[in-house]
T-cell receptor, first 114, second 118 residues
Framework: EAGVTQFPSHSVIEKGQTVTLRCDPI?????LYWYRRVMGKEIKFLLH????????ESGMPNNRFLAERTGGTYSTLKVQPAELEDSGVYFC????????????FGNGTRLTVT | AQKVTQAQTEISVVEKEDVTLDCVYE???????LFWYKQPPSGELVFLIR??????QNEISGRYSWNFQKSTSSFNFTITASQVVDSAVYFC???????????????FGKGTKLSVKP
């Protein structure tokens, strides 16, 4: 079974540019999560999809971040325009079932905004 | 407020030593779940264990063991006879019962970087 895959693994962009991160969850997993780790801080929850619906987006930092999951398969997270404080590692995770099933994480995308 | 504290930022041990990674949590919920994840150098977080708040039995899996104590709000992780392959960052996480969409959202500690030297 293929794991959660994220693309790109690294991205370096200038302040003000746009970046789109992609996540392919494990096939059949309805739940998809985005998390972010800023340098030296905890991994923080961003949002949660169930299939194509946003179940909880309380962790999204501001309206420069837009997540989509068209068709309930892969998801994208767009940052537009990027700011310096957006630098960090963005993790995607998926899970099957409901409630508190263990999450399967991808390798993360390391975003550097200069 | 919910919070997970991993006071040990970095630990270095020599192979075959036992090592315990501490995790202290805060929550107002009576129903919650605790997790440990391992992040090897490749970057992905690998699930190790999940415990719910009603099950305080300690668990052992090979060289790994977990000690859950509600009285001290701790969920510590011990590696016995550590090996170089255990070198990684280990994260403790909390998931509250929540409601609707917030179920399953993890609150992470800052992680403990474990280095096992040969």
């Amino acid at each position: 079974e293929a794991g959660v895959t994220q693309f790109p693994s690294h991205s370096v962009i200038e302040k003000g540019q746009t970046v789109t991160l992609r996540c392919d969850p494990i096939s059949g997993h309805d739940n998809l999560y985005w998390y972010r780790r800023v340098m030296g801080k905890e991994i923080k929850f961003l949002l949660h999809f169930v299939k194509e619906s946003k179940q909880d987006e309380s962790g999204m930092p501001n309206n420069r971040f837009l997540a989509e999951r068209t068709g309930g398969t892969y998801s994208t997270l767009k940052v537009q325009p990027a700011e310096l404080e957006d630098s960090g590692v963005y993790f995607c995770a998926s899970s099957q079932g409901t409630g508190h099933s263990p999450l399967h994480f991808g390798n993360g995308t390391r975003l550097t905004v200069t | 407020a919910q919070k997970v504290t991993q006071a040990q930022t970095e630990i270095s041990v020599v192979e075959k030593e036992d090592v315990t990674l501490d995790c202290v949590y805060e929550t107002r919920d009576t129903t919650y779940y605790l997790f440990w994840y391992k992040q090897p150098p490749s970057g992905e977080l690998v699930f190790l264990i999940r415990r719910n708040s009603f099950d305080e039995q300690n668990e052992i899996s090979g060289r790994y063991s977990w000690n859950f104590q509600k009285s001290t709000s701790s969920f510590n992780f011990t590696i016995t006879a550590s090996q170089v392959v255990d070198s990684a960052v280990y994260f403790c996480a909390l998931s509250e019962e929540g409601y609707g969409g917030s179920q399953g959202n993890l609150i992470f500690g800052k992680g403990t970087k474990l280095s096992v030297k040969p």
